[in-house]
C-alpha cells in the first residue's frame, strides 16, 4: 500500500514535508499549489513553493515530490507543468479540488468540476507538454453537488491520458464534513476505471485506513488534514505503529520552530504553529491545553518559551 502526503495550502508546506517525511515512510508528497493564470511563471516561484526542486526532487530523506498547478487555461497550464517537470519535479498534480470561495471564484479547483470537458483538455494538454515518463495525475472531489458526475469526471482524466487520480470522496458542497464521506463512490469508479485511484478523505488512524481500503478497493492512500492531527500518521496507516506521544510530538514542534523561524517565512511562524495546534487538539488533548497559552502571543520567541517549558517538564 502507497500513502502519499497530500497538499494543504498555507499550512503542508517543504518545512512540514520535511520533518513529517523524515518521521513517516511516505511514497511521495504532493506541494500546495502553483496558481497558473495567463503567463509562463519564472522558476523562482517553482523553487519557493518546493525547494524540493534543488536536491532532485526529493525531500532530504528521499521522498519524491510532485509539484502542482492551479488553474483553467490548458496551455498555460502545459508550458508551467513542462517547465515544473524540467526543473525536476516527480511529475505534475493538476488540482480540480480546492473548495475554497476564492480560488472558485477565478475558475480554478473544485468549480471545474463542472465543465469536465475542460478537465479532459487541461489534462490532455499537459500530458502531450511533459516527459510520458513522468506522471500527470489529478487531486479531484466526486463533484460540485452531485456526487453521480464522479463517472463523468474520472473519466474525463482518464481518456485524456492522465496516469492517476486522487480522489477526495465529498462533493465540493459537502466541504469537509465527516457525514458526508462517499468512500463507495470510490469504489465504483475504481471498477469502471483503467488507471489507479487514490482514496482521500476521512483517514485518522490505523481502523480507518483499513476500512477505506476496504470500501473502495484501492492500494494507495492519500492524507492531509491526519497528517497534522497525527504526525505519525502514514507509518500507523502502514503498520499500526503506535501513536506519537505527546512529548514526541513536543519535540517535534521545537524542531518545527527551529525549521520555521530560520526560514523564509519566520515571520508567519505564529500563526503557522497556532494551525498545527487546531489540528493537534483533535489527538492530544494536552495541545488543547498548551494552545491557550499561546494563541494571545504574536511573537515567536514567547511562544518557543512555552514549548520548551513543556517539554522541560514532561522531560522531568
Given amino acids: 500500500m502507497r500513502v502519499i502526503l497530500g497538499p494543504m495550502e498555507g499550512v503542508l508546506d517543504h518545512l512540514m514535508r520535511e520533518m513529517l517525511t523524515e ?29 524540493e526542486l534543488r536536491q532532485g526532487g526529493k525531500t532530504a530523506s ?39 470561495k476564492a480560488v472558485n471564484k477565478s475558475r480554478g479547483g473544485a468549480v471545474l468540476l463542472q465543465e469536465p470537458e475542460l478537465m479532459y483538455r487541461i489534462v490532455k494538454a499537459v500530458r502531450e507538454a511533459t516527459d510520458p515518463r513522468k506522471p500527470v495525475t489529478a487531486k479531484v472531489r466526486l463533484g460540485w453537488d452531485d456526487p453521480e458526475r464522479c463517472f463523468e469526471i474520472a473519466d474525463a482524466v482518464v481518456q485524456a491520458g492522465g496516469d492517476e487520480i486522487a480522489i477526495h470522496a465529498r462533493t465540493k458542497v459537502d466541504g469537509y464534513k465527516a457525514e458526508t464521506i462517499k468512500w463507495d463512490y470510490i469504489r465504483q469508479i475504481k471498477e469502471k476505471t483503467s488507471i489507479p485511484i487514490i482514496a482521500n478523505g476521512e483517514v485518522w ?15 494507495a492512500l492519500m492524507v492531509c488534514r491526519g497528517a497534522l492531527n497525527l504526525p505519525n500518521l502514514c507509518n500507523v496507516v502502514k503498520r499500526n505503529e503506535a501513536h506519537m506521544n505527546w512529548e514526541e510530538v513536543l519535540a517535534l514542534l521545537l524542531r518545527y520552530s527551529q525549521y520555521e523561524i530560520k526560514g523564509d517565512k519566520g515571520l508567519y511562524y505564529p500563526n503557522r504553529v497556532k494551525q498545527w495546534f487546531a489540528y493537534l487538539r483533535h489527538e492530544y488533548p494536552e495541545a488543547k491545553e498548551l494552545f491557550a497559552d499561546i494563541r494571545r502571543l504574536n511573537k515567536a520567541a514567547p511562544i518557543v518559551e512555552v514549548l520548551q517549558t513543556a517539554h522541560r517538564h514532561r522531560a522531568a
Avoid at 511563471?41 to 525547494?51: A, D, E, G, Q, T
Fill in 205 to 219: 488512524n490505523y481502523q480507518d485506513g483499513q476500512d477505506c481500503l476496504n470500501t473502495t478497493q484501492v492500494d
Fill in 62 to 100: 528521499g521522498t519524491p515530490v510532485r509539484v502542482q498547478l492551479l488553474g483553467q487555461d490548458p496551455n498555460w497550464l502545459a508550458e508551467n507543468a513542462y517547465r515544473a517537470v524540467h526543473l525536476g519535479s516527480a511529475g505534475v498534480d493538476i488540482n480540480f479540488g480546492c473548495p475554497a
Fill in 23 to 51: 518521521i513517516n515512510d511516505y511514497d511521495l508528497c504532493v506541494t500546495e499549489f502553483v496558481r497558473v493564470i495567463d503567463q509562463l511563471l519564472p522558476s523562482s516561484v517553482f523553487y519557493r513553493l518546493c525547494p
